[in-house]
Each structure stands twice: as C-alpha cells, then as structure tokens.
C-alpha cells in the first residue's frame, strides 16, 4: 500500500469506518478505570496515594489496547484478558517513572514528572510499588487463566523486561561513551530491544496466548509488532522535534538536549563533515547541563535542513506498510471485527500522529 | 537468658562450639559463587557488566544464610534451597543499589557506591537488571520445586516486595514531613515492615516451605525473625553511629545526615526539651545538604550522653532474647544440627557484632 492509503487507513480504519482514536479512548478507558478502581486504599502518604498519578493523566493507552484487540481479534474474550493488560499498563508507568528520573525530566503527559515534584527518593518507591502492582496483577491471573497459562504470561514478562532493560542500557552507553559512529542498524536493534518488544510484541503475545495460540504461531505476530514498534519510536523522535502542541505532554527537543541517539542525529552525524562535524561532536561530549539553547536550535534546524527529519518519516512510513502486510498475514485466519480492523489500522494511525 | 550469656552464643554457637563467623561465610560464599558464576554474559557495559559489583564485595550474607539453614534444620536440603538463596541475595543487592540512589550515599560495602560512580541513569537500570535476575532465579524454581511450591515462593515474595516498600515509605514519610513525635512503636512497626519480614522472616519461610512446612506452621518462624530483624536494625543505627572501623563499609553518622528516625533520635526527640529542642527540630528541618558537621557531631554526643544509646543497645539485647526464645519453640521439633545451632546463635552474634 502507498504510505497515503495507509496514512488515510490510520485515520478512518482501513475500509470499515472504525473511528481509531474512539477505539484507542474505549480500550484506554476500560484499562485504566479498572487500574484505579483496584489500587490499595492509600494508607502510606507517600507510596500508593502517588501510584495514580501518571495512569489518570491524558495517554493513548497503545499498550494495553494492543494485547486486547490481539485477544479478540483471535478469538478470545475480552474481559479474560483485561487482568493482564492492566498489569501491562501498570509495567509501562512504572518504566515511565523510572524513565524520568533517570532523565530528569521535567513534563509527562502534559504535567510535572513525579522526580520533579517530589524527588529521586519518593518518584523511585511509586516506580517500585508500581512494578509490584504489576507483579500482583499477574499472580492474580492465576484464578482467571490457570495455573500453565499464568506461568507462560510471567516468562513472556521477565523476557520482555530483560529486552527493555538491554535496549535502555545500550541507549545509555552510547550518550555515556559519546558514541558519533552509529549506523541504522544499531538503532534497529537498539529499538527492537526497548520499544519493539516492549510496546508492541509483549502485548501483542499475551493476547494472543490468552486467545489460545500456542507460542508457535506468533512469529508474523512478531513482524507485525517488529515493525509497527520502529514505526512507532521513529515517529515519536520526529515529533519530539517538531511538536508545538499541549498534546504532546513532552519537552520539545528534549532528544537534543539529552544527546539521544535517534535514527535522525545517527543519520546527521553519517554526513556531517569539516567544522559542523566537531561543532556537533562537541556538543554531544558535553554534559546535558552544559548544553546551551543555542546549539540545540541550531541541531535542531540541521536536521531538517539536511533532510534528516524527512528521511526518518519516509523510514517510518515503510515500516507502517511492512508491519500493516505482516498484520495482513497474521490475522489472515482472523474473522472480520473491529478488533482485527483496529490493528491493522494501528500502523497507519501511528505514523499519522500528533501526539 | 541473660544478656551476656546470649552474646557469649553468638560468639560461640550456643553449647555446641560452632564458630558462627565461619558458618555464616560458608553460606555466604556458596550464594555468591553461585550468583556470580550464573550471570548472563557481560556483553552490555552498562548494563550486567555492573551487576557483578554489589554482590562481589565484602558482606554478610545473612539473609541466604536464614534461607538455607532453617530448609536444612527443618529437614530440607540445601542443594534445593540454593536457587531461591541466590534470589534472595539478588533482591538484596538490587534493593541496596536503589536504596543508595534514594539516600544519595558514597559508600556500600567498603567501596564506592554505584551511583556516585556512575550516577543515577546507571545505577538504576543496575538496579532494576539485579531484581530482574532475582525474578529469573524464582522462575528457575519451577523445574527444581514443581509448580505449586515455586508458586508459593513467588507470593511470599510479591509480599515481601509489598511490606518493604511500605516500611521505607513510612521512613521517607518521616523525614518528608519532618515528624518529631513518633513513639518506639511506630519505629517498631515500621521495622517490622523494611526489615524483619525482608531480612529474616521472608528468608526463613522460603526455607521452611522448600523443607516442606506447611505455612500455617510458620508463626513461630515468624516470631524469631520478628525479633531477629528488630534486634539487627537497632544494632545498625547503633553500628552507624560507634563504628570507626573499615569493616563497617558506611558512612560512620550517615543516618544523622540523612535525619532518618532511629529508635535513638526517637528517644531522645521525646525526652529532649528547650533550647536543646528547638535546635534538634531545626537541625532535622533542614534538608540534608544544608546541615552542618558541628551540628552531626553535637546529635551523636548528645545521643551518647543522655542514654539513649545506651538505651538502644539494651533493647536490642532485649529482643535477641525473645528471638532466641521463639527460635527454641521454632525449631523444638527439629533434631540437633550445625544449621539449627547456627539459627539459634544468631540473635546474641547479632548484637555482638561490629559490621
């Protein structure tokens, strides 16, 4: 498909009017309304009173939603899986939290960061009690799926955490050791490792195990969730740098001043040469705290003068197609219904996003 | 028994002449050996390469060491017990390495810690990587324990997770909001939650449930790591406060900079009146950066001459002996072994040591 068939699938739901942003809203909804109407009463001012913080605040809710409309689109019963996409949703804001604080920053979705607010030492309990919350919530699966299911979902998350954590690791030793020779390829797998696997593949895998596919058949499952994470990531780093809506809930350019290795700067610093070249490797040797609004403008207005933002959307949009055909093939046996027209609209919808 | 007698046990191991430094390294060594020869390959810098450095250095090993031995003096083998050893000591050293971002401290174990080296965005991911082993070794249990046992351990984790993460919430709450009129039992409370149910009672009931105690057997078990954990913390705040020794591995008076809300400070905030109130309520109300080494050294002489040391040290004798009591009735039914010697001369060893 042409990258504006799939641009117009995004938006209207391929052929069968699904409005997909109502769709994301229900999912999100369903999601974070039982999250909250099951958190421990808050007892200790400090811990669990926090923990709603980041769920009640504006988001798309991708995550969740995904391993949902994986269930249905198979098969399976909504409500069996809602247990587990909370504990899914839960996982993501407590990576968020941990995220924060291990980038300073100062804005999520659209208000204060907990680190900003209430300190290292406060924001990384609620991250922690967030994660157990999780860990709860797949115990509690037990009851709902079974002894040997229960078990299986618990492995696809220690993997999925494992993969988070190696992508986030590579991430950071690149701004650690300053790394300026970065090809495409590392990004890739760097993001297949934290975003892939983690926003899109996980979610995706449970649903399906919770349908009653057998791991086997999850491989197209995978591209599907391969492609439509890259897609994903790549469309976030472009709008982190182009994005002037209270939407976005972000710092704008806050990629550039953490020195994020992102396909647009590896892509900049291939073909960067002469005085420009040690001006940028200067500026990524230096600490975030030393970088001046002036060379970030400046980075910023060379990547889309270079065409670097524009050839990252161009990536991003054969990504949407490859993982719009991979879900094609994966759901091929799958009937007709809003959750399989949902899905396969997701990759148009990502790259067509503001937010 | 008296006092002295108790601490004449621990140094001896009881009647039986066991030497508890040599029995509590033996432990210790066969858990690390087994962690460290166990890890995934250090191919990401960041990431495992720094896993190894918490559990390499010099420590106790206590909590493995309450796991093995009460699976071993209740009939259990240690060869079976030692994958859910190595997870304990896992979530230990992942729970140190948060810890030491939360209280922004220099030195762990005799070294630097990890953050001051490598600073928050590493230390945490180190963190967060440890507990994900932790979570890995309780998963290997499946094969070695069978599904409904190694399910059980799972809970009794997800609880003690719950109850640490309550206990050093109440903590941050304290300091937060500055409480000056907190009572022994609110410090007692919170102890039981951060660490006797973390460092001793969760450890044994893993070890009496792989030696196949039911749980509903464990309230005496229970009942001796209540105690053992209380008589443990308060000997640490005293440590922190007398140690010039380079066996200690801490900042000697780090909890007075820290402000935390030991037993002591509690004891001398109730008897502490005036001119002399006023100064310590100041003092505590200040944030950490802005109090001043004459004021530390003018607490810790203060807490030394009014008793309340002292005072400390005679409580902590106190519940070492109801340890040993409650261990007795635990462990009655239990034939005579070095394992059950060894659990029994913890609770005087505990009180007499100097690390």
């Not at 504006?4 to 938006?11: F, N, P, V």
């Not at 769920?55 to 909504?78: H, N, Y």
């Not at 780093?237 to 994005?243: A, H, I, M």
């Not at 030393?290 to 991003?316: F, K, M, N, S």
Request: glycine share 8%; net charge negative; with cysteine.
């Amino acid at each position: 498909v042409a990258p504006e068939t799939l641009r117009r699938a995004g938006r209207t739901g391929a052929t069968s009017g699904l409005d997909v942003d109502a769709e994301l809203a229900r999912y999100r909804d369903l999601v974070v309304a039982t999250l909250l109407a099951d958190l421990p009463p808050a007892t200790v001012g400090g811990l669990y009173g926090l923990v709603p913080s980041y769920p009640s605040r504006p988001s798309k809710g991708l995550r969740p939603a995904l391993c949902l409309a994986t269930c249905v689109a198979l098969g399976g019963e909504e409500s069996v899986a809602l247990n587990s996409a909370v504990a899914i949703e839960l996982f993501h804001n407590a990576f968020l939290i941990h995220d924060d604080i291990q980038d300073e920053s100062e804005l999520r979705r659209g208000s204060s960061t907990l680190v900003a607010e209430h300190g290292v030492e406060v924001a990384l309990n609620v991250g922690n009690a967030t994660n157990l919350l999780g860990l709860q919530r797949l115990m509690a699966n037990r009851p709902i799926l079974g002894s040997a299911l229960s078990w299986e979902i618990m492995q696809e998350t220690e993997r999925m955490l494992g993969k988070s954590l190696e992508g986030q690791a590579r991430e950071l030793e690149w701004i650690r050791d300053n790394a300026c020779d970065l090809a495409a390829d590392d990004y890739y797998r760097m993001c297949l490792l934290k975003t892939s696997w983690y926003t899109c593949i996980y979610p995706c895998r449970v649903g399906a195990l919770i349908a009653g596919r057998p791991t086997a058949d999850t491989e197209l499952i995978d591209r599907f969730g391969w492609y439509l994470g890259a897609a994903f990531q790549i469309t976030d780093d472009v709008l982190n740098l182009s994005v002037d809506s209270p939407r976005y809930g972000k710092e704008v350019d806050g990629d550039l001043w953490e020195g994020k290795r992102t396909l647009m700067l590896i892509d900049f610093l291939q073909l960067t040469r002469g005085r420009e070249r040690q001006r940028v490797h200067r500026f990524l040797a230096q600490r975030r705290q030393d970088r001046t609004p002036g060379d970030v403008a400046w980075l910023h207005e060379r990547l889309v003068e270079t065409g670097c933002v524009q050839r990252a959307r161009a990536d991003a949009a054969q990504l949407a197609e490859a993982s719009y055909d991979a879900g094609l093939a994966a759901f091929a046996d799958a009937p007709q219904s809003a959750a399989r027209d949902f899905l396969l609209a997701l990759p148009g919808y990502m790259i067509g996003r503001d937010r």
